[in-house]
């Protein structure tokens, strides 16, 4: 590299490090930032007398913005070393216990988030402050005072000041985004800017909607006398503080790998997002032996994760049709590794959503891949474009069976019932676990009796005969009579199993129950006024039920004639604290959270999958995350499971 190289490589740093603090809207994914500064690193080591002042490896990361008053750190905060994999964290190892020994390594997850300090006198909560350049920071006091995790007051008289990560949840943030989306607004990036950017309101009403959490990681300025930090943090929790879900005294790298692959593995569970492992020297005194760079800490560092975020490229826009006729854009995007996998596709819910994320095939884009979570596009990267980028347009007619399509507005959809993207993801949606689950009739299976023309509804896949799978590849003489026997079995199954097998739109399990019981067979003449009148059920759904029922009144009753649907008798539940209530069931219980349903709708109550503040009650178990911080947030009533069986 040379010096010029090296200049243009610091003044793109400072762009992104710029767009990501300050703006809290990064322009590039953190793996790129990481990477470059990295090379610039590299070169100073080897240059040192060229090192520019204003090197970000010089500096901590934030600038304040003007809109906020500033405020001193009483003990200035700072930045962090990364390290990458188990060979650097070696070196690291290596390098701490050349100056003070070996030593033990108190480790726990890295959220990301946006760093924060809190100042309390006298045991009240006097100031909050971003980190900024770890000198001064931004005075948040106001909008920090809306998170219910931070304890507005403690039990400690003395001068301290607690640091820590505000945190969104990863679905908070995800809700929000999708809020933005709705009101024209841009995206946040991830939770981390979504947090950082929450907290830099001038307005604390709108902080107090964010949901955020404050999980605390260490101390400025405090007179506490514990000779390890873990100690003393354990004394912080006792004052009222959320505890990290994991934390561990870690001795020499067996250990700390361990714990490291531990944390990795529960990535996905845990309900904030995590960039890495911190792993900081526990003795306060060794600490301090050890001292500080201009930068960071000498004894401590992050052992980084990979990164779930990437930037990739937008190659093409593909429609698929769903089973309700609905088509669906998806990306296909220049194939990236993410956390081992290979992921070439991400989901784009609509068209809509195109036109507000303002996407155009060519562009470069930041996807995350996080758990089940299905590849998404979080942001487009505007600025990278060089003009060859294309517009994607609206479809006008199916890709599939070339019938012209109803524009809806957010939705377009294929009019055509025998589209044949229609048919098939119809049946796969009628086989699926869940709706009538029949065994051994995969999507694979149903696309080759679809194309066979073995059958085109679902009512045909009752009158399947043995001779005409017989011919089949792969098919032999035990896995015919199976699939047949397995279709044949859901014969009788419960009324409400069948509605919801049928995929009506806005149509779930929940409605399905309750429009089950109230109509029996004669759902397929109910009227309007009757199914708006039920429980649950708004003008949409009943729009799209009787819709339904109009097209296919005659193929429904024969499905009844063949299948002979259970009903269930109405019978009013004895009154009992949970009759019409609404519940929500979250974390693990004593028993499955599915007998513990059937034991309250048979009580009369309705138990929906979702807080809001229609929600009487949420009983919770073990573990229980968002639905539970979610209904603290809104005030509904919680229920331990104990609690619970006691009302009884
Ligand atoms: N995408 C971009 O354009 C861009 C730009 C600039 C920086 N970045 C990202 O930011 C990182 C550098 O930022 P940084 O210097 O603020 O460092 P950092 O965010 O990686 O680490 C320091 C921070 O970690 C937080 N933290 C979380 N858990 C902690 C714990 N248990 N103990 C102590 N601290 C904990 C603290 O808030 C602390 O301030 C880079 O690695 C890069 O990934 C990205
Ligand atoms: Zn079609």
Redesign the pocket.
Same mark, same amino acid.
């Not at 990064?26 to 953190?30: K, N, R, V």
């Not at 905060?77 to 962090?80: A, D, G, L, R």
């Not at 726990?108 to 959220?111: L, N």
């Given at each position: 590299m040379t010096n010029e190289q090296y200049q243009e490589k610091i003044k793109l740093l400072k762009k +992104?490090?710029h767009?990501?603090?300050v703006e809290d809207n990064?322009?590039? $994914?953190?793996e =790129?930032?990481?990477r470059l500064?990295h090379e610039v690193l590299d070169y100073e080591t080897e240059n040192p007398a060229d090192v520019a002042e204003d090197s970000p490896t010089k500096r !901590? &990361?934030g600038i304040v913005r003007d809109e906020f008053s500033k405020a001193k750190h009483i003990k200035r905060? +700072? $930045?962090?070393e990364?390290v990458f994999d188990r060979n650097e964290v070696v070196e690291w190892l290596e390098r701490v216990e050349k100056n003070i020994g070996e030593c033990e390594y108190f480790c =726990?997850?890295?959220?990301d988030?946006? $760093?924060m300090n809190l100042l309390y006198e006298d045991g009240k909560l006097v100031r909050a402050i971003t980190?900024g350049d770890g000198v001064v920071g931004e005075e948040v006091t106001d909008n920090v005072r809306t998170i219910r995790s931070v304890p507005l007051s403690i039990d400690y008289k003395g001068l301290i000041e607690i640091r820590g =990560?505000v945190v969104i949840r990863k679905d908070d943030f995800e809700q929000i985004n999708e809020e933005r989306l709705e009101a024209g607004e841009s995206l946040f990036a991830n939770p981390r800017n979504a947090a950082a950017g929450s907290l830099r309101q001038l307005d604390s009403s709108i902080t107090a909607k964010r949901r955020l959490v404050f999980y605390p +990681? &260490?101390l400025g300025e405090n007179t506490l006398e514990h000779r390890k930090l873990s100690e003393k943090m354990d004394y912080v929790y006792t004052l009222g503080f959320l505890e990290p879900p994991f934390a561990q005294d870690c001795k020499g790298i067996d250990e700390i790998e361990a714990f490291y692959r531990m944390l990795i593995e529960k990535r996905d569970e845990i309900p904030m997002m995590m960039d890495g492992m !911190?792993l900081?020297v526990d003795e306060v005194a060794k600490q301090e032996e050890l001292g500080y760079t201009v930068k960071f800490p000498k004894w401590?560092c992050?052992y980084k994760f990979p990164a779930v975020e990437k930037v990739t490229q937008i190659n093409a826009i593909t429609l698929q049709v769903g089973r309700t006729g609905v088509v669906t854009p998806v990306a296909e995007i220049e194939p990236v590794n993410i956390e081992g996998a290979m992921v070439s596709r991400a989901t784009l819910h609509n068209f809509d959503e195109i036109e507000r994320k303002d996407i155009h095939i060519g562009d470069s884009v930041i996807i995350i891949r996080s758990g089940d979570v299905i590849p998404k596009i979080i942001k487009v990267l505007e600025e990278r474009r060089d003009g060859s980028e294309m517009i994607v347009t609206r479809p006008t007619v199916c890709p599939t069976c070339n019938s012209e399509l109803l524009d809806e507005g957010t939705l377009i959809k294929c009019q055509n019932l025998h589209c044949p993207d229609r048919v098939i993801n119809s049946i796969i949606h009628f086989a699926r676990k869940g709706c009538m689950n029949i065994d051994g009739l995969g999507s694979k299976i149903v696309e080759l009796l679809v194309k066979e023309g073995i059958i085109k509804d679902i009512l045909d896949l009752y009158f399947i005969k043995y001779e005409d799978l017989e011919h089949l590849e792969g098919f032999k003489e035990k896995r015919i009579n199976n699939l047949i026997g397995a279709i044949q079995a859901t014969k009788g199954v419960p009324l409400y199993r069948l509605l919801n097998a049928m995929g009506i739109e806005h149509i779930g399990e929940v409605a399905s129950k309750a429009l089950a019981l109230e109509f029996g067979l004669d759902i397929v003449d109910a009227t309007f006024d009757t199914v708006v009148a039920l429980d649950g059920i708004g003008e949409e759904m009943a729009n799209s039920l009787l819709e339904f029922m109009r097209v296919n009144h005659d193929f429904v009753l024969q499905l009844f004639e063949t299948i002979e649907p259970t009903v269930e008798e109405k019978v009013e539940a004895e009154e009992n604290p949970f009759k019409s209530k609404t519940v929500v069931l979250t974390g693990s219980m004593s028993v499955s959270r599915g007998i513990i349903k059937e034991m309250l709708e048979k009580l009369g109550a309705k138990v929906s999958g979702s807080v809001s503040k229609k929600t009487d009650y949420v009983v919770y178990g073990e573990d229980a995350g968002s639905k539970l911080t979610k209904a603290e947030s809104l005030g509904v009533k919680t229920l331990t499971e104990d609690e619970m069986r006691q009302m009884l």
């Open positions: +992104w490090a767009a990501y603090y990064p322009i590039a $994914s953190d =790129e930032y990481d500064y !901590v &990361g905060m +700072w $930045s962090m990364d =726990e997850p890295k959220f988030g946006a $760093s980190r =990560e +990681w &260490g !911190v900081k401590m992050a």
